[in-house]
Each structure stands twice: as structure tokens, then as C-alpha cells.
């Protein structure tokens, strides 16, 4: 504590940091009437019944101050103008990449009491969201080959008189400076250009390599369908003889079906009378009468007729309808009319043959 020339105690001088970082520098409880000294800052005094003072070198101003009483808590919040500066990543179209800019906002309270209840302690931190979010509108027009243009809009959206009340709701005035890094997203174009055609030409050779693949491996494939199936799944077993189970599984289940389509197509030819059962020997007899017997609780209407490749036989040609009024036709005379003499009976039908001549 120093003294001044009368040898009385001299409070000294409160001054602010040059780097400070918002406008709430601290808060206290006064435990007897407040005096306020201090030039650089304002103090903002809170009573119990909700009243508040605002003071500084130059007044005070109150509301609802009671008439009794201290107050419970006093504020000191700083005045001038200040300056608070950090970098921003504004995305480009279509959010491809980002813009680095630095940002530099000029800021000084207009309402104390108002900076004091919302504690501004961080300009940056606080208003570093409502930047950003008002800036992506315009960055996000432009792709990161035209900077210089996205620059210039930013420049423009400043000075067009929208950006007034920023900042307003935390009791401060503000000034906002935004500087595109031109140089950096020169170098980020050029840098994603140079990376595009690389990649270009690695993906080119990468599709020369695949269409000489296939090329080569064509007449091996065409030999492999044009053996049959024995052969390819001889060729999947030796490439892979893990697969040895699955595969051993597969012709199974294509026997069995290869069978059991053979044998509905022998039932239905029966069924239809095309083959009869005398034509077929007793184990395949055996077989079909199996089927049936099983199949009937699934078809109560029978097997239905399953899809093969070998050919239907022709039906027998159906025999011409005869009319029911239609007169009988008699029988066919015998090849062989020649008469024959069997002892007497013929030479008696003989002699009434002449008689009914004459």
C-alpha cells in the first residue's frame, strides 16, 4: 500500500491486461459501503430486493436502488475497446474441403449490467458459434478455386449493415474483420488437383491390369463351362479343398432331386395311361407306390407333375366318335371266300344253293 503527500493510504490504480480475453473481470461482496475508484473498469453493484447500480468515473446510474442497505455482490466489468482474434475453417461447396481464415472482432460494452448478468467472460467463446454459422452461408457458395471471390463476398456481407446487432445480446458493440488465407487454398487447390490426377491414373492402370485379367482368362473359363458341371465343381474342389463338404453336399442334393424328378415323371405317364404297369418292372413299381404313400398327406389331389427336360410321348391317336342313331356296320367279309366240301352238310347246302338258284 503506498501513501500519498499527507501521509494518508492511496489505493492503487487497477489496470487491465492487455490480452484480456472478455469484459467480466471479477466479482466480489462488499462488506461496507462501495466506493468506486477505478477508472478502467465499471462496476456494477446488485442489491437483495433485485435493484442494480451501474457506476463509473463519469456517474452511476440506478434502478430500483433501495433507500437502505448494501449491496450483496459488486462486478467490475472493463471498458474501452478490446480485440479478440482466432482462426476459423469455413467449409467450401459441398462441403469438400474448408477455407482457413482468421477472424478479429473489435469489441466494447454497452451495457454493463447486461455484460455483468450473462458473465461475458470469453468474447471468443461466445461468439465464435454465431460467426461461424453466419459465415458457412456464404463460404459454402464457392469451391476452394475461388477464394478471391468468396473473400470478396465475405467483405461485402460485413459491410451491408446486417451485422450490426452482433454481439448486442451480450451488452457489447462489435466490429468483425475477416481474412481469407488466399496463399493456403492456392496451395490446397493445387495440392487436391495434383492428387486427383494421380489418382486418375492409378485407377487407369488399375482397369488395364483388370481388362488383361479377364482377357487371359477367357479361353479357360469358355473350356471350363463346355466341360460340364463335373468338371467345374472338380476345378472349385481342387482350388479350394476346404470347400470339399459343401461341395460333395451340393451334387448330392442334385442327384436326389435329378431322381426324384425322373420318378414323378415315370408316375404321371402312368397316371395318364401313357405307360401301363405291365411295362415297368417290379422295383420301379415299388418305388412309385413308395411316393405315393408318402406324397398323399402333402397332395391329397396327387404329385404334381414335376418340371424335367425329357420329352412327353405322343398320345395314341383317339378313335372317330359313331353317332348313337347311326345304323351298325357289319362285320368285314374274310379275306378268303373260297368255298370248302366237308362231307355231306356241304354237299346239302350245295344242292339247296342250286334249288334256290332255280
Known amino acids: 500500500m503506498t501513501y500519498n503527500q499527507w ?25 461496507a459501503a462501495y466506493r468506486h475508484r477505478n477508472s478502467q473498469v465499471a462496476s456494477v453493484l446488485f442489491y437483495r430486493n433485485g435493484g442494480h447500480s451501474v457506476i463509473t468515473v463519469r456517474g452511476a446510474e440506478h434502478v430500483n436502488k433501495p433507500l437502505m442497505g448494501r449491496p450483496t455482490s459488486v462486478c467490475w466489468i472493463a471498458r474501452g475497446r478490446h480485440q479478440a482474434s482466432f482462426q476459423l475453417e469455413l467449409p467450401t461447396y459441398g462441403d469438400r474441403s474448408t477455407f482457413k481464415a482468421g477472424a478479429d472482432v473489435h469489441w466494447e460494452v454497452r451495457d454493463f449490467y447486461l455484460a455483468a448478468e450473462k458473465r461475458v467472460v470469453d468474447v471468443e467463446r461466445m461468439l465464435r458459434p454465431p ?66 490426377e494421380k489418382g486418375s491414373k492409378v485407377q487407369e492402370a488399375i482397369d488395364v491390369a483388370h481388362k488383361a485379367r479377364i482377357a487371359a482368362n477367357l479361353d479357360d473359363a469358355q473350356r471350363l463351362i463346355g466341360a460340364g458341371e463335373t468338371v467345374q465343381y472338380a476345378t472349385m474342389l481342387a482350388q479350394d479343398p476346404s470347400r470339399a463338404h459343401e461341395i460333395l453336399a451340393v451334387l448330392q442334393q442334385q442327384a436326389r432331386e435329378q431322381r426324384q424328378g425322373a420318378l414323378d415323371y415315370l408316375t404321371n405317364l402312368i397316371n395318364q395311361g401313357v405307360v401301363q404297369r405291365h411295362q415297368i418292372d417290379d422295383q420301379v413299381q415299388a418305388l412309385i407306390d413308395y411316393s405315393r404313400t408318402v406324397a398323399t398327406g402333402v397332395f391329397p389331389a396327387g404329385l404334381p407333375q414335376a418340371p424335367t427336360s425329357l420329352p412327353i410321348p405322343p398320345m395314341p391317336p383317339a378313335l372317330p366318335l359313331i353317332p348313337s342313331d347311326a345304323p351298325p356296320v357289319p362285320p368285314a367279309r374274310p379275306a378268303d371266300t373260297t368255298d370248302f366240301v366237308l362231307g355231306e352238310g356241304a354237299g346239302t347246302q350245295n344242292d339247296s344253293g342250286a334249288g334256290a338258284r332255280e
Open 7 to 31: 501521509g494518508q493510504p492511496q489505493h492503487e490504480e487497477f489496470i487491465l491486461p492487455h490480452d484480456l480475453r472478455g469484459p467480466f473481470v471479477r466479482e466480489f461482496a462488499s462488506q
Open 131 to 196: 460467426l461461424e454459422a453466419r459465415l458457412r452461408g456464404v463460404s459454402r457458395r464457392y469451391g476452394l478455386d475461388s477464394a478471391q471471390q468468396v473473400d470478396e463476398a465475405i467483405q461485402n456481407e460485413l459491410a451491408s449493415g446486417r451485422w450490426n446487432d452482433f454481439g448486442v445480446d451480450l451488452g457489447l458493440a462489435t466490429q468483425v474483420y475477416i481474412r481469407i488465407d488466399l496463399g493456403r487454398a492456392a496451395a490446397e487447390h493445387q495440392a487436391q488437383m495434383v492428387a486427383v
